[in-house]
């Protein structure tokens, strides 16, 4: 193939042989040489013959050109190679986890840190990205609640739109752009009891409302590839999900962009039992949608064996192959397979840090702050930091470190030490029973004590699920020592999940301050939030629970016919530990003392094809500036199906100067309003809704408006028989 052209594709199908157009579907893995990522020869000679198209963790400008040459130049067709790699929360410059950005309610940041990302793994030869992680998750215990946006499905939804714009830009052949994939559809934030790769059992409406919306989402903004979960439902993998990857997503989405399968995932099929052999395998998952099997086990071993047992046809295999051909040539590979690969990128992650910065401190969750302890002053006795994550530069790289060094990654410690000029920092490294004894000698010569705990990074992501996602032991005492020496002790958490907190801290801690893993500029940001620079811009995204037993917990519950009442033995609550998390959805304090006032609405009723306003003001009264998120949640009282409590529908980051008094605005459509109903269609019903408007999703603390929804159902004339327990 000539470069600088685009190929006729239906014409170059026609003279590839099976084998290279398995090969098409076929992406293999690089792996770890000395100096870095490299293809193996074996992968090269692969690329050369044709029988792999694409290959995952492979950079640097070095092994990409050369993986390159070896398709594009050295093989019979020439077609170049799609690269992909997890470029999931940067790339060499890491921002924080995904979480972490969430938390942060700001979907312009949102889109770019995407956008810095893709350019930076796009001078390192990649053309595509597995990400976003779209995955709803509501259980701490799954490792990968790091890795998406929490537990809201609109969240997930702005959170998807985002991530798409930032990694993909306008067009797919901007050479410093990525193609994303939205993953990992199928309920994957369902794993029961949080064990990763476990089953999801749930029901449809869980299914259409929760874990969906997201990736909805995703395709409407024109994310170029799904990658579909690993695990099951009720039994049916999603690899092998006709209904969901080929009905859903491409006939009733119009999804046209590839799907490829997660790692090694075609194989599995014969691990989960649906598969007798690799054929069997192959067959499936093509057949379901599946177009790149990752890995390549099963099409390589496979698809040729499942055409001649007539389990597949060639139309199928050709339909993928154009479908991975047609995204080569969005992305402009047939043009220039070197799409994008250097000049040198040191200058755009030098920009990067600066944006890794802010979104680190933007990412920050204050969970409590007694008696203003924060900001510190700049001036004043000794600080004490203290606590094995202070000076974890590797850590703060979190899951996904992509490219990311844990040389380029500023300490908390580091951080710190920049912040304040003027105190003494007093630290020790912790190793050793003498170490421990030095290290509350600092504590006690110290003015106030910054602890910081938490998770490892290795701790959270990919099969690092974890029964008991509380503080280890050996933080819970050390943090009780701390405590008893009286100074304030200052909590800084570094975390993939929200953690259950012993009450050591959670009642005497004069601050809890939720990091997460922050990536470069990790240290960096906290100084930054310590010294007050920077508000703590972060809202959870997700509950966090008072204890281990409440799991799975989230805002959006259902009241149930008897709900949680203290005084009253027989409602929804337990004999031994509280029904209410520690920290709600939403929750986070800044420094400014914000509230919300005069919510208001410019109309009562609202019908099909009209739209309303809701107004509320943020008012600072304070003499810092400040900033907060207004959220607006949905209530619907009363339906033909019980509603959740309440349901984010809107919200918006807002800065309120000293003083003053900021207005956010809110347009609904009734849309909003629409929910599954008994018969699985999206129907609105007439009646009254509740709009629940300021900060975190406690019922009482929001501001109410009430409005009538006209033109709707009945929620009464609803039922029917057709109830879909007996389709
Ligand atoms: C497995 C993970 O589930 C997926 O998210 C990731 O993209 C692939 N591995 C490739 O690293």
Request: charged share 20%; net charge negative; glycine share 10%.
């Amino acid at each position: 193939m000539t470069t600088g052209t685009s190929p006729d594709l239906s014409a170059l199908i026609a003279r590839m042989s099976l084998p290279e157009k398995i090969g098409q579907l076929t992406m293999v893995t690089g792996h770890w040489a000395v100096t870095g990522p490299r293809a193996d020869p074996l992968s090269l000679a692969t690329f050369r013959d044709g029988s792999a198209g694409c290959i995952l963790n492979l950079w640097s400008p070095e092994a990409m050109r050369e993986a390159q040459r070896a398709a594009s130049e050295e093989s019979r067709l020439g077609i170049p190679l799609i690269i992909g790699f997890d470029v999931v929360h940067g790339h060499r410059t890491v921002f924080p986890i995904p979480l972490g950005e969430a938390a942060s309610f700001d979907p312009a940041l949102w889109q770019e840190t995407a956008a810095a990302a893709a350019k930076e793994a796009a001078a390192d030869g990649i053309s595509l990205t597995f990400a976003p992680m779209l995955d709803v998750a509501r259980d701490p215990r799954w490792g990968r609640i790091c890795e998406g946006p929490g537990e809201d499905p609109y969240v997930g939804q702005v959170f998807a739109v985002a991530k798409v714009k930032g990694f993909q830009g306008r067009s797919l052949d901007d050479p410093a752009r990525l193609a994303a994939t939205a993953k990992h559809i199928g309920a994957y934030g369902a794993t029961l009891a949080g064990r990763d790769y476990a089953s999801a059992d749930l029901s449809e409406s869980d299914m259409a409302e929760v874990q969906l919306p997201a990736f909805a989402s995703a395709v409407a903004a024109g994310v170029a590839a799904i990658m579909p979960s690993f695990n099951d439902i009720a039994g049916l993998p999603s690899t092998a999900n006709a209904a969901l990857l080929t009905g859903l997503l491409r006939q009733r989405w119009g999804f046209d962009g590839i799907i490829v399968s997660d790692y090694n995932a075609v194989a599995e099929l014969i691990v989960h039992g649906v598969a007798a052999d690799h054929a069997e395998a192959a067959a499936l998952a093509l057949r379901a949608g599946v177009d790149i099997d990752m890995m390549g086990g099963s099409y390589s071993r496979g698809l040729a064996e499942a055409l001649v047992r007539g389990l597949v046809t060639l139309p199928e295999i050709d339909a993928a192959v154009l479908r991975v051909l047609r995204l080569k040539e969005r992305l402009g590979l047939f043009a220039d397979p070197y799409r994008g690969i250097g000049p040198d990128a040191e200058p755009a992650r030098v920009a990067h840090r600066g944006l890794a910065r802010r979104a680190a401190a933007a990412a920050m969750v204050l969970l409590k702050n007694e008696a203003k302890a924060l900001p510190l002053s700049s001036t004043g006795g000794a600080i004490a930091v203290i606590g094995p994550l202070a000076q974890a530069a590797d850590d703060m790289l979190g899951p996904w470190s992509g490219a990311g060094r844990a040389e380029d990654c500023v300490t908390l410690l580091d951080g710190i030490r920049a912040a304040f000029p003027g105190r003494t920092i007093l630290y020790e490294p912790a190793s050793g029973f003498d170490s421990a004894k030095a290290t509350m000698a600092l504590a006690r010569e110290a003015e106030a004590i910054v602890f910081c705990g938490g998770e490892t990074r290795r701790m959270s992501g990919e099969a690092n699920s974890r029964g008991e996602p509380d503080l280890a032991l050996a933080q819970r005492r050390l943090a009780t020592k701390l405590i008893a020496t009286g100074k304030p002790v200052i909590a800084i958490i570094c975390c993939g999940r929200p953690i259950v907190l012993p009450p050591v801290l959670v009642d005497k801690a004069a601050a809890i301050l939720v990091a997460w893993f922050g990536g470069s500029e990790a240290g960096t940001a906290l100084g930054d939030v310590l010294n007050g620079h920077s508000e703590p811009g972060g809202r959870l995204p997700v509950t966090w629970p008072a204890a281990i037993g409440q799991i799975p917990i989230y805002y959006a519950r259902r009241r149930s016919g008897r709900p949680a009442d203290a005084r009253q033995h027989y409602t929804s609550k337990y004999l031994d530990i509280p029904v209410e998390p520690q920290f709600a959805f939403g929750h986070g304090l800044g420094y400014a003392p914000l509230r919300f006032a005069n919510a208001q609405v410019d109309r009562a009723t609202i019908g099909p094809g009209q739209s309303l306003t809701v107004s509320v003001d943020v008012v600072n009264d304070g003499n810092r500036e400040g900033a907060t998120v207004a959220m607006l949640y949905v209530q619907d009282p009363v339906a033909s199906l019980a509603r959740p409590i309440m349901l984010l529908k809107r919200f918006e980051k807002i800065s309120v100067a000293p003083g003053a008094v900021a207005t956010v605005h809110f347009t609904l459509t009734t849309d909003v309003f629409a929910f599954l109903g008994i018969d699985m269609e999206r129907i609105v019903e007439s009646g009254r809704i509740d709009l629940l408007i300021g900060g975190r999703a406690v019922e009482e603390e929001l501001l109410r408006l009430t409005i009538e929804v006209t033109g709707g159902r009945s929620h009464i004339a609803a039922a029917s028989v057709r109830a879909a327990v007996n389709r």
